[in-house]
């Protein structure tokens, strides 16, 4: 008996186009592990958030930063949307249903980050783009495990996230089980980022004083 192959989900898709590629960025954590507010470190002579909104300006547009309910933010340039969590602290899929939420109609597909990866790349960024092809989802794997917030995903997998969240499944992994997902792996990402710093939370003090160390002399 012979198996029929199974269908190509990218089929019936388009390959993105880069110039219809937004930006999210995910400011709303309770920053327990650092002690204060992330997005409002000073780096340089900017703000971490404002840092990061910078970077990703200069890969993807529009951009949107999605905070907690009430969360105070940096100011941020006028043409940046500010929107919020609809329920606190119920991790990055609630933030990623927001900003999607807030692109629809403006672009394609999201470049979703958190806000304190102060060494981003841009070339990081678009090569996620490139690598995003006619998937819905391209997300790194690197050092056993996901990357859900160094991510690019289409508008469409707002109504996937949506259900995920309403069954109170948040780990972004299932999402990735669920969508059409591009796994991308280390050596695909190194010739642009050798060190992948594009990768390199600040989750605790050490981590943000190492960042800026490596900032400072790279």
Known sequence: MTHSPEPDPTLGRSPIDPARVGGI????????????????LPFGDELMLQRMVRILTQAVRPIVIVGAPQQELPSVPV????????????????????????LEGKCDAAYACSCDVPLLRVAFVKRMIELLGRHEIAVPYVDTFHHPLAAVYRLGVLEQVNALLAADRRRPVFLFESADTRVVSQDELTPVDPNLDSLRNCNRPEDYEQALADWKNP
């Open 25 to 40: 960025v995910l400011a709303g954590g309770k920053s327990t592990r650092m002690g204060q507010s992330k997005a409002h």
């Open 79 to 102: 043409a940046v949307e500010i929107t919020r969590d609809q329920v606190a602290d119920r991790g990055p899929l609630q933030g990623l249903a927001a900003g999607l939420h807030a």
